[in-house]
């Protein structure tokens, strides 16, 4: 089955200790992405990767890394997290350009103490 | 300014009723227009999609959007809504040039029996 798969799914950390959201893909897609999703303010990007070892800063970069060592995989790394990255994280795949559909993972919901 | 607006935040619609989810859209290229849903606890889902052609365009789950470029809009409708469409819905819009989507606020679909 074709799917984007995201762990954990819930995570209650606590400010500063740092932390990776795993993504992985079997699709061999080569464009992934992560979102954050905040109430009324839809999904914004916050990192992208058009393939191996090619990574980009999305519109709310600040405070993550990204790593995309293989094709299926592109984890999310929060160095330091703080209370303002509390929130619901997505990771999607897609295998072409802009007009191509995005897979979804379930979601990932942290919270930072 | 490239942007996606979603005027409603919410929309509540008595089951059996039809409905009409409203999107516009401010882009520089042709656009690619999507439609997603996101059902609670769930990741996002593609309901249908837009790139060129019939402006009318049939999605899963019975639902249908109409693109009129003198407008600027892109909205979703279905005729007779049941209570499992009870979810979130997000448009989108891209680019064949480019991977990333510019995403809507999103607007909560409210069922009632």
């Known amino acids: ?113 | 300014a490239q942007s996606v607006t979603q005027p409603d935040i919410h929309i509540t619609v008595s089951e059996g009723a039809s409905l009409e989810l409203r999107c516009n859209y401010s882009y520089g290229a042709t656009p690619y227009l999507f439609w997603y849903v996101q059902s609670p606890g769930q990741g996002l889902q593609l309901l249908l999609k837009y790139f060129s052609g019939d402006t009318l365009v049939q999605g899963i789950k019975g639902f249908e959007a109409e693109f009129k470029r003198s407008q600027s809009s892109f909205n979703l409708r279905k005729p007779s809504v049941h209570w499992s469409d009870a979810a979130e819905y997000f448009c989108a819009v891209g680019a064949r040039s480019n991977y990333q989507l510019i995403w809507g606020a999103g607007t909560k679909l409210i069922i009632k029996p």
């Open chain 1, 1 to 113: 089955e074709a799917q984007v798969t995201q762990n954990p799914r819930y995570l209650i950390t606590v400010t500063g200790k740092k932390l990776t959201v795993t993504c992985s893909q079997n699709m061999n897609h080569e464009y992934m992405s992560w979102y954050r999703q905040d109430p009324g303010l839809g999904l914004r990007q916050i990192y992208y990767s058009m393939n191996v070892e090619v990574t980009d800063k999305g519109d709310v970069p600040e405070g993550y890394k990204v790593s995309r060592k293989e094709k299926r995989n592109f984890p999310l790394i929060l160095e330091s997290p703080s209370p303002n990255q509390t929130s619901l994280y997505f990771c999607a795949s897609t295998s072409g350009l802009g007009q191509d559909t995005q897979y979804f993972g379930p979601g990932t919901r942290l919270t930072v103490l």
